[in-house]
């Protein structure tokens, strides 16, 4: 599902923000990525949407090598790839139905399946009620729900999060790591990176550990702490 071979990536040319990066995910699995502020993690998800490219390495998205992929081909890269942010990104002055419904109209699906489709995604999520709010009437586990709609909305092999639960109380978080399980049970990958130690030490999934560019640690079913 995704390969990484000896990834370098450097940004100035010298110290390395990835190295060497060696990692196979396969499909259906659910993924920790941990690792202090500055360790590699938001450079190693930018690589899979390839947002920027590997110094050196190859990289593979379900059997697909970006590196080899032209520009026109990006966005069938991405429509593989599902993505949630700490601060869930959503447009202000929209619904929850535009929000959701805007990320199938920019891959042109036909308009007859939207409806159908997004409905279904926000019973996922349980906020079929809400699909004609704002998203500034939202508290902030709505809004995550949403925006997990919205990344799953087309179907992606692989649902990439990062800090999801970052600006959630303790009760929410665990909502929300309730979909992303339900969503990983009905197929998808998941990587997801995070600082939360509870939901590491608590959910008992693989965890691969990234610290100054490099894989530190992979354990198929790790907690947060780890002695090195
Ligand atoms: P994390 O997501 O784990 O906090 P990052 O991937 O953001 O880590 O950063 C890894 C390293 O790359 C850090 O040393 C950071 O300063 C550096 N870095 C990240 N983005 C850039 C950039 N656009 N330009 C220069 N250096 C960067």
């Known amino acids: 599902m995704l390969k990484m071979v000896n990834v370098c990536k450097t940004y100035n ?20 990525l941990v690792g202090p502020s500055g360790a590699g993690k938001s450079t190693f998800i930018k690589l899979l949407f390839k947002e920027i490219n590997p110094e050196s390495g190859d990289i593979f998205v379900n059997g697909i090598n970006i590196n080899e992929l032209e520009h026109d081909d990006i966005p069938d890269l991405r429509r593989l790839l ?11 002055d929209r619904t929850v139905y535009e929000n959701v419904a805007f990320a199938m109209r920019v891959i042109e699906a036909p308009s007859s399946i939207i409806r159908r489709r997004v409905m279904h995604v926000l019973d996922l999520v ?33 649902l990439i999060a990062d800090e999801p639960t ?29 600082h ?7 959910l008992n999934k693989r965890v691969i550990g990234i610290d100054r560019g490099r894989v530190v640690r992979d354990q198929k079913r790790g907690g947060y702490d780890y002695q090195y």
């Open 13 to 32: 040319g010298q110290e390395y923000a990835l190295y060497n990066v060696n990692l196979h995910i396969k499909p259906k699995e659910f993924v920790f």
């Open 82 to 92: 599902g993505i949630v942010f700490q601060d869930y990104r959503l447009l202000p």
């Open 126 to 158: 349980g906020l079929r009620e809400k699909a004609n709010s704002k998203t500034t009437e939202l508290s902030g586990g709505e809004q995550q729900r949403v925006a997990i709609a919205r990344a799953v909305v087309n179907d992606p092999k692989i």
């Open 166 to 194: 970052g600006n959630l109380d303790p009760e929410t978080k665990w909502d929300i790591m309730r979909i992303f399980q339900q969503i990983n049970d009905s197929g998808a990958t998941i990587i997801m990176a995070t």
């Open 196 to 202: 939360d130690e509870d939901i590491v030490n608590n």
